[in-house]
């Protein structure tokens, strides 16, 4: 399907073979270029692996070379999985953990309110409910108590009886309250995945986290739940050769690989190595429908078609993250838990009311946010950092990554309420948002603040926002100017209208599951002409388009109306299209819909 415009030409070591049609400046103003590709690798992969050239240069273009082919499009669990105890501190860690099993110690967990934070908690105690155990699990508000450990939340679980603790993505960086709990004789493992920018807490029997400096597993794309479902796998086998299964069936621990996956793919995790195959074959657990919440939630959520990361990452996970946005995570934590098949129903239900209740909070707040953007003219600022009195601070997160796409631009929302401020920020590529954060910090202009490169957090005193405001553009003002000149569309090649079709999509599938570090193929038909756009749902665009040979391809541009992109599809002049391809289940056949994301004038 790929068209070939020139001939073969070599840039240094990269082969190209594909020259994209002449056209003038896209709608998001970002140019486009062809994604590198050993094109010598793609011919050795088509021809000694027997596949489509098209899959074949996608898989070279990330860096897959011909002799592991079939075990990237085929890989298991038990040839992908290594030994959980390259993991700094898992030896001491699962060890303390096997010793409260076997000598009947109450275990007591503290989790985050997100979804990895919560998926996480879920799969511990589905564990524990496997080999017939209680777990108590604390999950904190994040209104009224925030982000990580506290003494009181320590002593809340030690006070129902947990002797050992297990906190789960968080904790790595929660010096005081894990060494106030050590000096009142509760011991506590650590499972975590965040930078750390020194050593571990010292009260802490065990702090088990791929990002720690001195870990040298390798394993730093798993997530909380990445890193809890390695933390079972060790407790598992420690348990095993401790005799403790004799005369009890042992738990199929493959069955928590649906949580696992949904927990790193909505911490957005890159989708390589060891992750990728624990999101693969999650999926496959999902599909069998072994969770019973989240079967639920995705018939509530009307999930169907082949399940993949975006079911993960735009139905279920808003929905479970809703939970802990603008109620109690408790709500999401019970609905993975849960054996109940009514119960589910219910909770089902529940979480999505409140996720559409998260979204009209979501869309007030970032009405008001643009509407003091455009008035005070922040756009023009290099990083916009907008403040509000009242803005729900579960959601302010949300707004900033809305924002930053609108305008280009690192953005902070910032929740101010009475004298001080909560902030949420996301950046653009190549902007380090969470160090220059992490730099305001240190010169005492926030009350607390970090993050990483993409996105940050702050607390900061009200009549300290200007600062900040002042500092981050002054700081971050070359940055800026740097990163939004050298953005580029990558695209995977030049196709036909025809390979607009379920049987393309599933070829392309093949290389997947798609996300962080395995980008979505998105490819170029060039000299489409919009011949029926019409307005769908919360301001998507319908578009069929026709093509010189007389082939339609039906299309959708998700939330392009009033943006550049809806307005150059309303044009009715003649363009070249990026998209991704997928499979049409309404249609069904062979059907296929091209899912825009941008467009340019044909020359």
Partial sequence: MIIQTEPVSRRGDVLEDIALPKMGPSASGRKWQLRETDLREALTIEQKCNLDPVLARILASRGQSHDHIEAYLNPSLRNEMPDPFVMQDMEIGSARIAKAIVDGEQVGVFGDYDVDGTTAAAILKRYFDAIGLPLLVYLPDRITEGYGPSIGAFRALNKDGASLIITVDCGASAHDPIEAAAAEGIDLVVLDHHLMNGPPPKGATAVINPNRPDDVSGLTNLSAAGVAFMAVVALNRRLRDAGWFKGK??????????????????????????????????????????????????????????????????????????????????????????????????????????????????????????????????HQDNVI???????????????????????????????????????????????????????????????????????????????????????????LRQDVVIARQNQLRHVDGVVAPGAVSKSFAEMVGKAGPYGQGNPEPVFVIA?????????????????????????????????????????????????????KIKADDWRGGNSGQLQIVDVAKAM
């Fill in 385 to 475: 950092v907008a403040a509000g009195e009242g803005w729900h601070p579960g959601v302010i997160g949300i707004v900033a990554g809305r924002v930053k796409e609108i305008y280009d631009r690192p953005t902070i929302i910032i929740s101010i309420d009475g004298e001080i401020g909560k902030g949420s920020g996301r950046s653009i590529t190549g902007v380090d948002l969470g160090a220059a954060v992490g730099s305001l910090n240190n010169d005492d202009v926030l009350m607390a603040g970090g993050g990483h490169a993409m996105a940050a957090g702050l607390t900061v005193a009200a009549p300290n926002i200007e600062t900040v405001r002042t500092r981050l553009n002054s700081m």
């Fill in 527 to 579: 000299n489409l002409r919009p011949d029926y756009v019409k307005t769908v749902g919360q301001n998507h665009l319908s578009v069929t388009f026709a093509s010189d040979g007389g082939e339609s391809v039906r299309a959708i541009a998700f939330r392009a109306e009033g943006e550049p992109l809806g307005d150059m599809l309303k044009s009715g002049e003649r363009l070249n299209v990026v998209g």
């Fill in 249 to 378: 069936t042992e738990p199929d621990i493959r069955g928590l690989l649906d949580l696992t996956a949904l927990g790193l793919v909505c911490d957005v995790m890159s989708l390589t190595g060891l992750t990728r195959v624990l999101v693969l074959q999650g999926l496959k657990v999902l599909g069998m429908g072994g969770n019973l919440g989240l079967t639920a939630l995705g018939e509530r959520a009307g999930m169907k078609g082949p399940l993949s990361t975006y079911h993960l990452g735009f139905l279920l996970g808003p929905r479970i993250n809703a939970a802990g946005r603008i109620g109690h995570a408790r709500l999401a934590f019970e609905l993975m838990t849960s054996t109940d098949h009514t119960k589910c129903k219910e909770l089902a239900e529940r979480l999505h009311v409140m996720n559409a209740h998260r979204q009209e909070i979501e869309a007030a707040v970032q009405a008001d946010a643009i509407r003091m953007i455009e008035t005070q003219k922040l």
